[in-house]
């Protein structure tokens, strides 16, 4: 089977940063996605890894480690706007590269 | 808007009726899937297509539940005799293959059963 884990609940302030980890189990990894989900509306697509590595992409990144089986993915200069949901998804070769999701990060950012 | 879309957004049945909800995935893609989420807990995979071939289904997804692509473009999810438990966002996603890229979810069709 597969186990993904990540933190519940996290809180921070408008401007600084945090960092969502993301701890995984599994066979045929095929790459890590994060997505965020706003209550009530669709996931959208943050960032993708399939390398062991740092991924940038302006205040959002995601690192990799295959051999740890972890993740997280760091979100700089917060907004109130970044309140959300925050998914980490294991791809894997089974079922045609479907996704397993964590049970998400609910993030909260406060004045 | 180019975008995945599901409807209905919201659907509210009784106990016992049938539903059935439709998704049109982005117009290339090839690949498509359909979640489950319920509330505060993240999707879980119920089954996807490879154009119109239905190829994976979840033990998530009982024999009350039929999902079709007859012509590998848009899909139909089909529950019927909904029960209680059957309360969820249902997501919709497609990406394409062989090209590993992401997958796009539409905003879900939200089913409750009173």
């Known amino acids: 089977g597969q186990n993904i884990d990540q933190p519940t609940e996290m809180t921070a302030t408008e401007g600084a940063i945090v960092q969502i980890n993301c701890t995984y189990q599994?066979?045929?990894?095929?790459?890590l996605f994060w997505y965020q989900q706003h209550a009530g509306e669709a996931p959208t697509f943050l960032s993708y890894?399939?390398?062991?590595g740092l991924e940038e992409k302006g205040r959002f990144s995601s690192f990799l480690s295959r051999s740890k089986g972890y993740s997280y993915l760091l979100l700089k200069e917060l907004q109130m706007k970044d309140s959300a949901s925050y998914l980490c998804?294991?791809?894997?070769?089974?079922?045609?590269?479907?996704?397993?999701f964590g049970g998400g990060t609910r993030l909260m950012v406060k004045p | 808007d180019t975008g995945v879309s599901q409807d209905p957004r919201h659907k509210i049945t009784k106990r016992g009726q049938n539903v059935t909800f439709r998704c049109d995935p982005i117009?290339?893609?090839?690949?498509l899937y359909w979640y489950r989420q319920t509330l505060g807990q993240g999707p879980e995979f119920l089954t996807y297509?490879?154009?119109?071939?239905?190829?994976?289904k979840s033990r998530l997804l009982s024999d009350r539940f039929s999902a079709e692509r007859p012509k590998g473009s848009f899909s139909t999810l089909e529950i019927q005799r909904t029960e209680q438990g059957d309360s969820a966002m249902y997501l919709c996603?497609?990406?394409?293959?062989?090209?590993?890229?992401?997958?796009?979810f539409g905003q879900g069709t939200r089913l409750t059963v009173v």
């Open positions: 890894n399939v390398l062991d």
């Open positions: 117009s290339e893609h090839n690949r």
């Open positions: 996603a497609s990406s394409l293959t062989p090209r590993n890229t992401e997958a796009f």
């Open positions: 998804a294991v791809r894997t070769l089974d079922a045609g590269n479907m996704l397993t």
């Open positions: 599994t066979s045929g990894f095929n790459g």
């Open positions: 297509f490879q154009n119109e071939a239905q190829l994976e």
